[in-house]
């Protein structure tokens, strides 16, 4: 739990800090950064199939999972050519951030924001995310 949503934070962050690249004149930014989210899932994927216990393959696969999906807004990002934090395209992302005043993580989307639940959800596997499971979430939060 605490790794998924340290890895979603940075994410956020660096999504965040290629805009700004971008906005400084690194037109090629979010391609780079595909390309080094893609390098990251070879990696797991090797370690996936490496020699782990069952519990730390659950973990490692759940990882995969939210990576993939995140490789995957990137890669929309860039055939779409979303180059600004203040696109849609951006804003309707689930986004979460340390927010240091409340001492606090915060998932952000649209106009909404939400305090993190700090559920356990268990190693019990998750779907794959897809573009329906998005706008579910949209929905929801807006």
């Not at 019990?124 to 706008?135: E, F, K, S, Y």
Request: glycine share 6%; hydrophobic share 40%; aromatic share 12%.
């Amino acid at each position: 739990m605490v790794g998924l949503a340290g890895a979603q934070v940075w994410w956020t962050w660096e999504v965040e800090d290629v805009f700004n690249k971008v906005a400084k004149g690194d037109k090629k930014a979010m391609k780079t950064y595909s390309k080094k989210l893609n390098s990251q899932i070879d990696e797991m994927v090797i370690k996936v199939r490496s020699n782990l216990s069952k519990n730390d393959r659950r973990k490692f696969n759940t990882m995969l999972i939210v990576d993939v999906h995140a490789r995957d807004i990137v890669e929309t990002f860039v055939r779409d050519s979303i180059l600004n934090a203040q696109e849609f395209e951006w804003e309707s992302q689930l986004r979460f951030y340390w927010d240091r005043k409340m001492d606090e993580l915060v998932i952000r989307q649209c106009t909404g924001t939400f305090g993190y639940g700090y559920e356990y959800m268990g190693l019990n596997g998750r779907l794959v995310i897809t573009p329906l499971t998005d706008r579910i979430y949209l929905t929801m939060t807006q």
